[in-house]
């Protein structure tokens, strides 16, 4: 059996290549043909991938290649590195006119993780619904996402849930959003599951740390529209005898110091050698938890997801729009003993749904 996954993989975000390659290295493990396939989504092409459409005859597109892309076309080259050297990447590449060819070589379809089903982000792009999948082909979902704030579905996600995913053999998503609903359309038991980047073992992400060399340091990445972040890693920095690092390529804010990781290998190091994250990044919360950081976080967009991963953590406290800062809130450190028992009932519960949806379907 071939099983071939399909989700944002040619990408600038690191949270996309992170949870492609933990979805890969699981499966991996497991199956000895697993390929992600090399499917270009337009939309994900222009919105992460902007070096790749260049109008030379465009003033503003020249003075952008110029002042803005260099950095974003080192760190596509160092993604794309990363990849080479731990994904098993499909020679054959893919658009809308031509995935259907992808039938004459795999068995299994694997669809995952990330915000594939919101026509936002996709702009109306159906394949990540596994519209060109023949019927005889396995069909499964693994933690893909529907990237809603609240229970109710769009028109366009209830009228490809009702389309294709009816057809699908097993279905899992990422939060509990809309599940209710999901299963009046498709009629299917449907599962929440870990992010693929939590279903991969800890260890194997420990292996691309390296040292940081810097003084200690408060992490931010992401921000928030009220600079709650800022403020929060400000207020700690202070007390504490700290430098702010601030993952950004933009212009420098008082008192925090930009660092533009490039390498998926330097954006993991910042994070495990912090002595305190501040994140509006639902990843940069995984990893906080996965490398036992002292962290604070703000719920920015997609909420669920957030919602759902620090509830099934049990980590209490930590969300800024809740908390005020006090130098005593610090010294509440998290009960990792308790995380990291919660983190792995819930891995082994997902990683035993998944193998069972092959499995069971497996030739």
């Not at 043909?33 to 090399?38: F, G, L, S």
């Not at 499964?140 to 490809?160: P, R, V």
């Not at 690092?245 to 290998?265: A, D, M």
Request: charged share 25%; hydrophobic share 35%; net charge positive.
């Amino acid at each position: 059996m071939k099983i071939g996954i399909i989700t944002f993989h040619d990408t600038t975000n690191f949270g996309s290549l992170l949870q492609t390659t933990g979805l890969f290295a699981f499966l991996n493990q497991h199956y000895r043909n697993v390929e992600v396939i090399d499917y270009q989504c337009e939309a994900i092409i222009r919105k992460e991938l902007p070096m790749k459409n260049i109008n030379y005859f465009k003033l503003k597109d020249v003075l952008k290649t110029i002042l803005i892309y260099p950095p974003i076309k080192r760190k596509y080259k160092e993604m794309e590195r990363f990849s080479n050297e731990n994904l098993n990447i499909s020679k054959n590449q893919y658009f809308k006119e031509n995935i259907e060819k992808s039938n004459e070589i795999y068995d299994c379809f694997v669809v995952g993780s990330d915000i594939l089903w919101h026509e936002h982000i996709t702009e109306y792009d159906s394949t990540y619904f596994l519209n060109f999948a023949n019927r005889n082909k396995s069909k499964i979902s693994y933690a893909t996402s529907l990237g809603l704030d609240n229970e109710d579905l769009t028109d366009w996600q209830k009228q490809m849930s009702n389309k294709y995913l009816s057809c699908f053999n097993y279905i899992s998503v990422r939060e509990p959003n809309a599940l209710n609903e999901l299963e009046d359309i498709t009629k299917k038991k449907i599962n929440v599951v870990c992010d693929p980047t939590i279903l991969i073992e800890k260890k194997y992400w420990l292996k691309f740390i390296k040292n940081i060399e810097n003084k200690k340091y408060v992490l931010i990445y992401f921000r928030d529209e009220k600079n709650m972040v800022f403020d929060f890693a400000r207020k700690i920095a202070k007390d504490n005898g700290l430098k702010v690092l601030f993952i950004n390529n933009g212009k420098e804010n008082q008192n925090i110091q930009n660092i533009w990781p490039e390498s998926i290998e330097d954006f993991l190091s910042l994070i495990f050698n912090a002595e305190y994250v501040v994140t509006a990044s639902y990843h940069g919360v995984i990893f906080s938890l996965l490398f036992n950081k002292e962290f604070y976080y703000f719920n920015r967009n997609y909420k669920g997801r957030m919602e759902n991963l620090i509830e099934i953590s049990g980590v209490t406290n930590r969300n800024l729009e809740f908390i005020k800062y006090d130098k005593k809130l610090l010294e509440e450190k998290i009960d990792y003993n308790l995380v990291n028992r919660n983190i792995n009932k819930f891995r082994v519960e997902s990683q035993k749904l998944l193998l069972g949806f092959i499995g069971n379907d497996g030739k």
